[in-house]
Every structure is written in structure tokens, then in C-alpha cells.
């Protein structure tokens, strides 16, 4: 499917960008729930428990990792949302020929009954 013509094919880099933090934020509470899951993965050696000493640091420090992880990307789409838009990435307004000056006139457009 082609897009309309006038219109980029791609995402402007600051919008996709801003995109990919989003889902970076929405993937971060799947992250977590796997990362304190680790430890039931481990398991004792022959059937014996494990010291829960190296396993509450474990699971401190992924906390903290999550913290981290969620404090940078909360920061970035901050960033990103006071940026201002970049202008060369917006599409060109469809009343005016490509590279017209923005004081110029509005190209004519035919008639409804007009041969196009």
C-alpha cells in the first residue's frame, strides 16, 4: 500500500523515536516481573534449598536496576515531549507546490468540473 502522495513514508525520527520510548516504558513492569522470577529458575543443588542471602541481593539490585531503568526512560520521553518539532521532518502543506516559500500564493486548484 503506497502512502498518499505529499505524504513521508517514514515516521519523523523525533516522533519514532518518542514511540520507541513509549514501548520501552510499557515493556519495563514484563522486564521486572522476569527478572524476580530468576531466582525460582535457580534451584537447589540435589534438592536442597538455597541460602536466600544471594538471592535477596539479587533481587534488591534488580529493583534498583528497575528504578534506574524506569527513571532514564521517564527522563528521555520528558526530553523528547520539550523538543521542539523538527521542521524538516514535517510534510509539505498539499495548497502549495514543493519548495514554495510559505509567503507565497497557493498554487490554483481546477474546478470540480475541470479536465485534471
Known amino acids: 500500500m503506497k502512502p498518499p502522495s505529499g505524504q ?22 514484563f ?30 539490585l534488580a529493583w534498583a536496576a528497575l528504578i534506574v531503568a524506569a527513571f532514564v526512560v521517564s527522563r528521555a520521553l520528558t526530553r523528547s515531549a520539550e523538543a521542539p518539532p523538527d521542521p524538516a521532518a514535517t510534510p509539505a502543506r498539499p495548497d502549495r507546490p514543493a519548495g514554495a516559500p510559505e509567503d507565497a500564493a497557493p498554487a490554483a486548484r481546477p474546478g470540480p468540473g475541470a479536465d485534471p
Not at 32 to 57: C, H, K, M, Q, S
Open 8 to 29: 513521508p513514508l517514514f515516521l519523523a525520527r523525533q516522533s519514532y523515536r518518542r514511540r520507541r520510548l513509549m514501548d520501552a516504558a510499557r515493556m519495563l513492569p
Open 31 to 60: 522486564l521486572g516481573a522476569f527478572l524476580f522470577l530468576v531466582p525460582v529458575l535457580w534451584g537447589g543443588e540435589g534438592g536442597r534449598a538455597r541460602a536466600t542471602a544471594g538471592d535477596g541481593i539479587y533481587l534488591i
